[in-house]
């Protein structure tokens, strides 16, 4: 699997939207991005995935560029529940596909 | 919305006791993983099973851990023989096809006295 960048925190006022990057350069054809979240002890959250085209679910958007080596998950009302750390993933669809976490970024959602 | 169950929450063993950890996956899945993530550090996985089989495993999944699925509801995470390294929070997760993603549950935090 891809490896990804992100950056290690960001910050985001409540009810504005949080822009988390993710950089996948050495991404494959057939690699989706999937994004996670965990809060504080608790289990990863599934929140998106997509291959090429934009995606949106009732959590958040998924940007990816057109060469897919970049993506943008976008929260697009931020509240002080979204605080978590944010995990970008990418893998392939294609068997047991397990998932590799990194670091993520820790988005904290200030009043 | 379905949910992948997990029991104990807490579970507090001596080192070198056996111990079983439980899930509940959500029902219609046929992937089922455990992973586990020592307290500040990444999340790992350790293995993968479907078709009533392990169909990957990583370096941390060695002799003293075990999967099972016992019946048509449970999937079980043993560890023969406890060590301190093994204190961590253990993630059961599912997933339904290939197509689809894996649903965590919220974890068994293992101690090990």
């Known amino acids: 699997d891809a490896k990804t960048t992100q950056p290690p925190s960001m910050d985001c006022a409540e009810g504005r939207a949080a822009n988390l990057p993710c950089n996948h350069s050495?991404?494959?054809?057939?690699?989706?991005v999937y994004w996670y979240r965990q809060i504080h002890s608790q289990g990863p959250q599934y929140i998106i995935h997509?291959?090429?085209n934009n995606e949106t679910n009732e959590m958040a958007s998924l940007i990816i560029t057109e060469d897919r080596k970049s993506s943008t998950l976008i929260l697009p009302h931020a509240t002080l529940r979204d605080t978590a750390v944010y995990y970008c993933?990418?893998?392939?669809?294609?068997?047991?596909?397990?998932?590799?976490f990194g670091k993520g970024t820790m988005l904290l959602v200030s009043p | 919305e379905p949910e992948v169950t997990q029991t104990p929450s807490h579970q507090v063993t001596q080192m070198g006791q056996e111990v079983i950890l439980r899930c509940v996956p959500i029902?219609?899945?046929?992937?089922f993983y455990w992973y586990r993530q020592i307290l500040g550090q990444k999340v790992e996985f350790l293995v993968s099973?479907?078709?009533?089989?392990?169909?990957?495993k990583s370096e941390i999944f060695d002799d003293q851990f075990s999967v099972e699925r016992p019946d048509g509801s449970n999937f079980t995470l043993k560890i023969r023989s406890t060590k301190l390294e093994d204190s961590a929070m253990y993630f059961c997760?599912?997933?339904?096809?290939?197509?689809?993603?894996?649903?965590f549950g919220d974890g068994t935090r293992l101690s090990i006295l």
């Open positions: 997760a599912s997933r339904q096809d290939s197509n689809q993603p894996q649903h």
């Open positions: 050495t991404i494959s054809g057939n690699e989706y």
């Open positions: 997509g291959l090429k």
């Open positions: 993933i990418v893998r392939g669809n294609s068997g047991y596909s397990t998932l590799t």
């Open positions: 029902s219609n899945h046929l992937y």
């Open positions: 099973f479907y078709n009533n089989e392990i169909s990957e």
